[in-house]
């Protein structure tokens, strides 16, 4: 599971040199993205070049009668996502990067107040200042003539550090499997190989403010250190 994510402290400038984003493409630090918001991208061109682009977070198929169906399809399972109908063209044909710094994920506290609470937590990879989830993109084209390019992203089983949280985390590409997973011609055998969890040495766990369960709310509160009552004993 991958629900909310963040692209908040590199500065727009070490984005457009870490990716090919190009310049016509807005960088906004992004501290709390949430399913149905435009999130930075990289695709590929028909030449299969990389761009930079804008995608809505939830994936439509060409197919849909609706797209609203986007929102449950907000990550795929790696393990799946050659089979099931609304990911496997993706898959082979419009795979993509999705920036970030750091994903959310949240752990049930004990019941306070007669209701239980979950404490958010920031994970990140210290040694990726700014990385690439694996992703995939769809073109879908509305009755009324109105177009959308939208994402999910990949997820395979949690590792070590993440599992006390969610048995899911997000597929975090190395930079040496970037160009590989964009690749329009990379073989689908290949591309399995590249869908692996982080190893749990090179992930942070740091606990944060409960600024960020509110969806609505996209500022720097969200990074910030949760303060003492939010806090429970972990794990």
């Not at 807005?26 to 070049?49: C, F, H, K, M, Q």
């Not at 920036?99 to 506290?109: N, S």
């Not at 990879?125 to 003539?145: E, K, N, T």
């Not at 390019?149 to 070590?160: E, F, H, Q």
Request: proline letters at 9%; a negative charge.
């Amino acid at each position: 599971m991958c629900g909310r994510y963040s692209l908040a402290t590199p500065t727009p400038a070490d984005v457009r040199a870490r990716f090919p984003i190009g310049e016509s493409i807005e960088v906004r630090r992004r501290y709390n993205v949430a399913p149905a918001d435009d999130v930075l991208a990289v695709t590929v061109d028909r030449d299969g070049s990389p761009r930079g682009e804008l995608l809505r977070w939830g994936l439509v198929p060409s197919w849909a009668e609706r797209q609203d169906i986007g929102l449950k399809m907000i990550n795929a399972r790696a393990e799946t996502v050659a089979e099931r109908p609304a990911f496997r063209r993706a898959y082979e044909r419009y795979r993509c990067l999705i920036l970030a710094d750091g994903f959310y994920e949240w752990q049930p506290t004990p019941k306070l107040a007669h209701r239980t609470r979950k404490q958010p937590f920031h994970i990140s990879c210290p040694d990726q200042p700014v990385f690439a989830f694996a992703g995939l993109w769809s073109v879908w084209h509305a009755p009324d003539g109105d177009t959308l390019r939208s994402c999910t992203i990949l997820t395979v089983v949690a590792n070590a550090a993440v599992a006390p949280l969610h048995d899911r985390m997000p597929v975090i590409l190395s930079p040496a499997t970037e160009s590989t997973w964009l690749d329009p011609s990379t073989p689908t055998a290949e591309l399995a190989e590249l869908l692996a969890p982080l190893p749990a040495e090179r992930t942070a766990l740091r606990v944060v403010s409960a600024a960020v369960n509110d969806a609505r709310y996209d500022g720097p509160e969200c990074l910030e250190p949760a303060v003492a009552s939010e806090q429970a004993t972990l794990f």
